[in-house]
């Protein structure tokens, strides 16, 4: 499939997806330490399915509708659909992946179930609190293959710990690690989309560049990426509302690249 067709198969699946709409999520009561999600989670049967982490939130980290940093875009109060179903819909009818589409998972770093799932989503990492055990158990999912993506988290007044509070857990988890910032033309941004300009990255409501770092195995750029953070920006945003018009159509297909982009890279590498 060609980019110029991939292209109008993404715009036809976002007009799809804002005419049919999607099931709004229901709100629930959380506590401090999440909802209760165990219930919801349902049993690994080796299709891919959507990996969401969970976190102790930092101080101030329940700003938005009372929901824990690690919630947002899981559970929706704003008549959004939850991110990672939109994002599904989409791989489904792109790819032979053949994913679970109206269900995921929600675990902890430290999770010994994390291990079945090759990819792992967290959300607002700055208000992300990390002790030694989830730290090590982390470590070595992703030195067993796993890929992690980091989305939807910026710094202060609105970012919690920001970029310091992040890379500060991850050189707890990787000793030494070193994020680096990515172009256009690695690996990642040509798994599926050729995304040729981070120009297109549309941004809801932060302000100033987006940014993309990554981390590679051993710090060697020439291996393996293992996590990948989208900095300055939320990108889940897009998928999350765009069943309900409250955001571009065409800026949607272009977060949408990013998503698939990403899921591919991590199912093949």
């Not at 709100?27 to 209760?36: K, S």
């Not at 988290?153 to 000793?175: H, K, L, Q, S, T």
């Not at 990426?225 to 920006?233: G, P, W």
Request: glycine share 10%.
């Amino acid at each position: 499939m060609g980019p110029h067709l991939r292209r109008q198969t993404v715009v036809v699946l976002a007009v799809v997806l804002c005419l049919t709409g999607a099931a709004f999520a229901e709100f629930r009561a959380f506590d401090g330490t999440g909802p209760e999600t165990a219930n919801r989670n349902i049993p690994y049967d080796g299709r891919f399915t959507f990996a969401r982490l969970r976190y102790t939130t930092g101080p101030g980290g329940y700003y938005y509708c009372g929901l824990p940093a690690w919630a947002h875009g899981y559970t929706s109060c704003r008549g959004g659909s939850r991110a990672e179903e939109s994002l599904m819909k989409i791989l489904n009818e792109l790819t032979y992946l053949n994913p679970h589409i109206e269900d995921s998972v929600v675990l902890a770093v430290d999770d010994p179930q994390l291990m079945k799932y090759p990819i792992a989503y967290m959300t607002e990492a700055g208000y992300w609190t990390l002790d030694d055990k989830e730290a090590a158990a982390f470590r070595a999912y992703l030195q067993k293959g796993g890929f992690a993506i980091f989305d939807d988290f910026r710094d202060p007044p609105r970012g919690g710990g920001g970029w310091e509070n992040f890379e500060a857990n991850m050189r707890r988890v990787i000793p030494g690690a070193q994020f680096v910032d990515l172009h256009p033309s690695q690996a990642i941004f040509n798994a599926f989309f050729a995304i040729g300009s981070f120009d297109i990255i549309p941004q809801a409501y932060d302000q100033g560049r987006v940014v993309i770092r990554g981390l590679f195995e051993d710090n060697d750029p020439a291996k393996r990426l293992i996590a990948i953070a989208n900095f300055n920006t939320d990108i889940s945003d897009f998928w999350e509302f765009s069943a309900t018009g409250f955001r571009p159509i065409d800026e949607s297909n272009e977060a949408y690249k990013l998503g698939v982009n990403y899921i591919m890279y991590g199912m093949t590498h």
